[in-house]
């Protein structure tokens, strides 16, 4: 990586922060769910309902994805990717803030949880603009050969924020005593997220305007219609790829990283100290793995390094899996091992950029990228609840069956590949 500027390792930084920060306050809302769900809804509401209820708000985030992306990424294509870089993480910054301040139902009674929503929707929206739109800012700096290494590097900072979330969690659980966490300890992860959101606006500001943007602009190239509209109608080969992309990286990022360590919990008996502490292991390698894998992506071309990675991943999935059954000590070394090779999602964000045009760029990658992300992403954990009574081996099993995908889109883009380079 010798050839990358100053400037470029200057952008790659302070984007993969500021996505690791504002991922930080999508996520932070799920570890603390179950003191939301006692604060937040009447105390005489059945136990289960209230979790329904609090799980479902943080589920609206997602559905509130796609609409936030297009729109930001309709002004990323004729406005600038800058604004919208920045008016992305300013937007998840205030209402995570604001939901550590908000009183709670005992003070002003069914306006909190409504009041939550509407938070969430918010964060939901500025969400879609920031993944896709810091895939591109970052593809759209650095020449054409580090494009992978720079998307890798920005996805295992988004990754980044499951791992800090988790750690001041954890920090926050450790210092409070229950009676403490429900009065006020539960407010501080939400007001640290914003004022880490508002401090990454601060930073953003000294990033500059995307080269490709810039000469569009200079060309006047702009889209001379609504991106959206060229994007369905001349693109759908591209909307078809990335969309099948985002299903084996939701399903791979939820199953191995989010729902893993409850579920070893339940089937092994893995005590939740244990089970998170190597989940924490496991997204730090989660984040190294992206940065490796979106590097080979440069050096030995995308379709081959996602088909080799993903036969890697199905197999330390596996090996995971069976593993705690005969050796639950083994714990740490099998979940590294496994979220190291989750980390083949780094491949996919830069071949997601480069399969549309710069005019409608921003639009194409945004929707194609939001929609199934809140299908796939709001659908996996429920299949794979639901097929756990019939298969206790279901996370695993449906992992293995989107590596199979994963490892057939690999070599589409292999074969392209070559028909491009005759």
Known sequence: ???????????????????????????????????????????????????????????VGYLARPLGGIIMAHFGDLLG??????????????????????????????????????????????????????????????????????????????????????????????SYDPAGLLAEGWRLPFILGGVFGLVSVWLRQYLHETPVFREMQARQQLADELPLKTVVREHRPAIVLTMLMTWLLSAAVVVMILMTPTLIQKLYAIPAVTALQANSVATLFLSIGCIVFG?????????????????????????????????????????ALCGFFVGVIGVIPSTAVQAFPPVVRFSGLSFSYNVAYAIFGGLTPVLVSRLLPLDALAPVHYMLALCVVGVGLGLYLRRRELLISQ
């Open 295 to 335: 590097a080979l992506a440069d050096r030995f071309s995308a379709g081959r390094v996602l088909a080799l990675g993903c036969i890697a991943l199905g197999a330390s999935s596996w090996l995971l899996y069976q593993r705690l059954g005969v050796a639950p000590d083994d714990i740490y070394m099998a979940y």
């Open 1 to 59: 990586m010798s050839d990358l500027s100053r400037n470029d390792y200057r952008t790659l930084t302070l984007a993969a922060l500021g996505g690791t920060l504002e991922f930080y306050d999508f996520i932070i809302f799920v570890f603390f769910a179950g003191v939301i769900a006692q604060l937040f809804f009447p105390p005489d509401m059945p136990e289960w309902l209230r979790q329904t209820q609090t799980y479902g708000i943080f589920a």
């Open 81 to 174: 990717r800058k604004k919208m870089f920045m008016l992305s993480i300013f937007l998840m910054a205030i209402p995570t803030l604001a939901i550590g301040l908000l009183p709670t139902y005992a003070s002003i009674g069914i306006a909190a949880p409504l009041l939550l929503l509407a938070l969430r929707v918010m964060q939901g929206a500025a969400i879609g603009g920031e993944v896709p739109g810091a895939w591109v800012f970052v593809a759209e700096h650095v020449p054409q050969r580090h494009v992978g290494f720079a998307c890798g590097t920005l996805t295992a900072g988004l990754t980044g924020g499951i791992l800090l979330g988790s750690l001041v969690a954890t920090a926050v659980n450790r």
